[in-house]
């Protein structure tokens, strides 16, 4: 900023010498109209988490989640406002346990609106970290800019001793205000790391290095400062997800794979209403006898099943040890349980046909 405004004195003001422009300093009030006019808009919409968490002491791990208000951790990074204008809203503060569809709707709603009325160049959403990938990815399906949202967390709370909460923020409105992220879309800013909001998945319970890319790795590197990006995943949807005049998503249910399984759980939850279950299956999304035919009794009663995987990485593949043609099935390919259950609720508000669901699932 500093240099640009001793340019702009030396284009203006050219009869001074060199030592007088060197060391015009601007004003304050000069400095922040400068500053206004030059940088990235980020609106930060908090949402709550471990990034807003708070507990009894730096060093115990036992704390309360969804503590500490916007405006707390909008001063608690004062570095973040040297990058960008940056405002805060509070949208909810959970634990991201208790993340639901409606607030889904309601952050995807407001993002797009954001963009739609020029409100800001980029969003950052602040978020518990258990879910996060499943928010990233809804987002990334209904966002209809390719504008940076940045998805961040933490995995200390912000009372203990190496929190990381305030490194990985600052981190985040960076990775939001590059020039480098301009069409960047969705993405999760954790521990350094950038990853696409497909493939991002969280690995450890506890660990601050907990969100990998177990198939592809991360999109992009930080370090000093900057961010530096290696790869763009192929996988783009072809067409958002309009949810806007949605206020809830058709039911999908999961069902986990184990040995000696039984179909009870799927019947429960057709009894329940589901229109789509994602079956996490074991292996390359396998099944026992019962609970094949309980799936496939399903999908020839019209609720799309899909087969994932319980294996956490790989592909599942269509019609290699299951005939999924006959048995009416979709495959979610690489999507974990989580995400594909996310996919096909989207899917779900606009076809109940597997062969235009499986099609969308080889795509997005
Ligand atoms: N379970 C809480 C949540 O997901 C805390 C975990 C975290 O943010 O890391 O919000």
């Known amino acids: 900023m500093k240099r640009m405004f001793v340019l702009t004195l030396a284009l203006g003001l050219s009869f001074q010498s060199q ?9 304050k009030a000069e400095m922040t109209k400068i500053q206004t006019k030059t940088q990235p808009r980020v609106i930060i919409l908090a949402t709550g988490g471990t990034i807003a968490g708070a507990g009894e002491s730096a060093t115990k791990a036992a704390y309360k989640a969804g503590q500490v208000p916007i405006d707390a951790l909008l001063n608690a990074v004062p570095e973040m406002h040297q990058l960008a204008k940056i405002e805060g809203e509070q949208v ?58 940045v998805l961040v967390g933490a995995m200390r709370p912000s009372t203990a001793m190496s929190q990381d909460g305030n490194r990985n923020l600052l981190d985040a409105v960076m990775v939001a205000s590059a020039p480098q992220s301009k069409n960047i879309g969705t993405v999760v800013v954790m521990n350094e790391l950038v990853f696409a909001a497909r493939d991002v998945t969280k690995t450890n319970t506890t660990s601050t290095a907990t969100f990998q890319s177990r198939n592809f790795g991360p999109l992009g ?16 949807p072809t067409k958002k997800f309009n949810v806007d005049k949605l206020d809830k998503l058709p039911q999908v249910d999961i069902v986990y794979g184990y040995a000696d399984a039984s179909p009870k759980a799927i ?36 609720i799309a099943v899909v087969r994932s995987a319980r294996a956490g990485s790989g592909r599942v593949t269509l019609n290699n040890e299951v005939n999924d043609a006959a048995m009416g099935f979709a495959v979610a390919d690489d999507l974990n349980p989580q995400k594909a259950r996310v996919l096909l609720m989207l899917s779900l508000t606009g076809t109940n046909d597997i062969k235009v669901i499986q099609d969308i699932f080889f795509k997005y």
């Open 221 to 236: 590197l930080i370090y000093d400062g900057k961010v530096n990006y290696y790869y763009q995943s192929t996988h783009q």
């Open 19 to 27: 030592a007088q422009i060197a060391t015009a300093t601007p004003t």
């Open 267 to 302: 019947e429960c939850m057709i009894a329940d209403g589901a229109k789509g279950l994602v079956y996490a299956g074991l292996g390359n999304g396998n099944f026992n006898a019962p609970v094949g035919a309980a799936l496939e009794k399903a999908a020839k009663s019209g």
């Open 92 to 149: 909810a503060n959970i634990g991201s346990q208790d993340m639901n569809i409606e607030t889904w709707l309601k952050l995807s709603k407001r993002i797009n609106q954001i963009f739609d009325n020029n409100e800001a160049d980029a969003v950052v959403v602040t978020h518990g970290t258990d879910t996060l990938e499943e928010t990233a990815y809804f987002l990334s399906l209904t966002i209809r800019s390719n504008k940076p949202v």
